[in-house]
């Protein structure tokens, strides 16, 4: 073979992989084991462009690396595919989504081939398959079947709990549940019918059926996470979604609150995303604590992190929402005070939250007493209480809290300054008003003082600590089509589980993927939707799971994908364990990561496996932007003039679409081609090219600057590609694509096949040992890229293998000695063309099986240095010396060196400088 042939060598060696199903991987505990995980796509109508395979192409090398030094490695790929745009799309041509999802994974995994992934495609999964979402219904039984005691800080079986009602009521449980539980003793549990029964478990199940205010989104027809909302707008499609209440599944992740937190000490992600999490789950310390209504039966409770302040209190604030509002409004107030509740009801929280500038409440006509001190207190409804977080309601200290502050000033309201004790270290200092005494817990620290007003308010009955998380309860379903059913049917309005023989519940066939005439989800139209037991027929339930269902424990069933009987057969689950890499987007910080610890967590509890974090490590990369060409059009004419000369006349500029443009010249034929109705138009040029405009921007279609991989692939080959994609830039950050720069990657790989060949283009290997100079040169490489590849710094490499191909060739060198490993080294980021030249070499088995070769120090060691030698501040020579010899022995040298001898002409110099490996000074 003479030039190197990347489309023949690809294709060829894709297909032995393929064939040899060399990356199936197998628990072998001979081997110690790496898991590498990407975050499996969602497979879109557009295919891949170049950003998608950054992550993939990074971790690909990854895994390559680690199966050089001897790792059993696990590095599958499947499909998220349930989701809202395959039903986007059959509502539009009524095409099944699983026939639309099939052709785009198809497409995919095509595209992914290409790039010469190392991946376990045997180890394939889809959420949207079967013989999959049986499990993901299995785990959703499981959680329905499971509570969380807060004694063991674990999730156990409905059944013990029922057990322990059965014999002792539920005085001793200590378990998550809903707020509304009433005691009950065993006799009385023993005597409440089935269906009460029903009721109260369900307000112990780790997944529950409730009243819950959603976001709902009317154009699309679905309840959305709050993920999904950004603004009060439907992250997808970017509709308006409003708050409503509807009965909906939720999953009790709020039980798993402070093990979620715990568990992110431990973990190597980056510390944003940690942070955010923690936000997300937003621990707060503090207390719950009673204010009786005067003159009315009514007990407020309000939640605060400041008991401290209790003196400062001057008034209590409640949500707009909060279920009292309506009674504790008094005739007198009754015109302005729901006017204004009538106001803040069409503004979502969200609005209500972010906008601080506007304040907004009404005074009740109510007063609270503090039961601290026997005052009466007003009671005000205001914006800035959220009714979802804590009890929806504020005991208000506004000289130490800037929104009771804003408000108080706002309305006149008493500012009162707690002294003594903890203020200093309050959030917001004490600000303004009259000075008071805190009574008993007057001068104490700040934590004291709380300890201590906490002990008062258990004492009265009237309050407890309370740890309180922001975190909510997760919505867990969607009003939609293409997602799991939920292996739930009703009786007599409760719901209960389908038996496990009859998993997995598929989903029905439907007419349409839209919601019914009477607005029931798109499963309301399916024929025979109900589930048949000794007592009858049942209808089941026709909202399915959200998108999170399925990713939610995919990394599981990577595993072992083809067990009938079991999720993961528990060895191959222990042999495998934590992922030891996760690569992807940052972007699903709150979401997906979040939600997959919450299941582990939980499958970790019941037995199902043994970690209870899935991802030890994870590296979020950045984007790949577009860079996006532009062309300028004369206003007025049909002319496009080239950017040099653009400001020469008034112009609009316009996309174009970058694959018709090559180093910035426009390919005018092709942009006729493109444009058909712009074929008659004219250019005027600079130097016989038209040179477009560039900018970055979000790849995207209606930009026009989406490149797809298979087009750099076909011209370039799929190890530039790889390369390339890792030569842009450290891979945590946002880069924008530019294909100018591929020809430098692409021709450093020529220059690679070269070094193996001689100038016919014959093999050309020589079986001399390597001097010292080439084993440098090597050895530093190695040296190099096992340091990055151990700190995930691809772009270095890249750039350390350009500079070895570049040395080596100058020495000309074509060693064995060098060339071997200089193939195996440079493996994983070109697996295609170091394949060949590893057969070509006379290897029988693949370069995968190689071993990475071994740093030797000695060999950059450095044992002689080249001095410079200055006369009179001028360097006149250069004088190559042993690094061995001392001062003495190098300025004998010098002062014997011909040249220097020519420079004295014959005078003894006044002053000989040695410093010891960089330079000689000889003063005359
Ligand atoms: C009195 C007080 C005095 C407070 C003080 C703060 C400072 P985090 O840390 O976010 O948990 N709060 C409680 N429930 C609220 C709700 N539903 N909407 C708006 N604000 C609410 O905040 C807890 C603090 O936020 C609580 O402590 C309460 O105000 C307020 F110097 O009580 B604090």
Redesign the pocket.
Known sequence: MADYNFQKIEKKWQAYWEKNQVFNAKADSSKPKFYSLDMFPYPSGAGLHVGHPLGYIASDIITRFKRLQGYNVLHPMGYDSFGLPAEQYAIQTGQHPAITTEQNINRYTEQLKNIGFAFDWAKEVRTSNPDYYKWTQWIFMQLFNSYYDKNEDKAKSIASLVETFQNSGNFEVNAVSDEDILEFSAPEWNAFSENQKQEILLKYRLTYLAETTVNWCPALGTVLSNDEVKDGFSERGGHPVERKKMMQWSMRITAYAERLLQGLDALEWSEPIKEMQRNWI?K?I?AEMLFQVKGQDKLIK??????D??F??TYL?L?PEHDYVKELITEGQRKNAEAYVEMAKNRSERDRMSDVKTISGAFTGSYAINPFNGEEIQIWIAD??????????????P???E??YNFAKHFGLEIRQVIEGSMEN???PGKGGTIINSGFISGLEMKEAMDKAIAFLEEKKIGKGKI?Y?MRDAIFTRQRYWGEPLPVYFKEGLPYLIEEKDLPLVLPEVDKYLPTEDGEPPLGRAKNWSYTTADGEFPLEKSTMPGWAGSSWYFFRYMDPKNTEKLVDPAIEKYWGAVDLYIGGAEHATGHLLYSRFWTKFLFDIGVVRIEEPFSKMINQGMIQGRSNFVYRIKGANTFVSSGLKDEYETSSMHVDVNIVHNDQLNLEKFKAWRPDLADAEFILEDGKYICGAEVEKMSKSKYNVVNPDDIIERYGADTLRMYEMFLGPLEQFKPWNTNGIDGVSKFLKKLWKLYHDKNGVLSVSEEKASKDELKILHKTIKKTQEDLEHYSFNTSVASFMICVNELTALKCNKREILEPLAVIISPYAPHITEELWTMLGHKDSIIYAKFPKFKEEFLIENSHEYPVSINGKVRSKLPLALSLNREEVEKAALSDGTVQKWLEGKSPKKVIVVPGKIINIVV
Request: aromatic share 10%; charged share 15%.
């Open positions: 937003g707060s503090g309000v939640f605060t992190t400041r008991i302040t209790i400062g209190v604030a949500a800035y209480v959220l009714a979802g977080y804590g009890t929806g309601a504020v005991m208000a200290v000289a130490h809290d929104r009771d309050g959030s917001f309180q922001r």
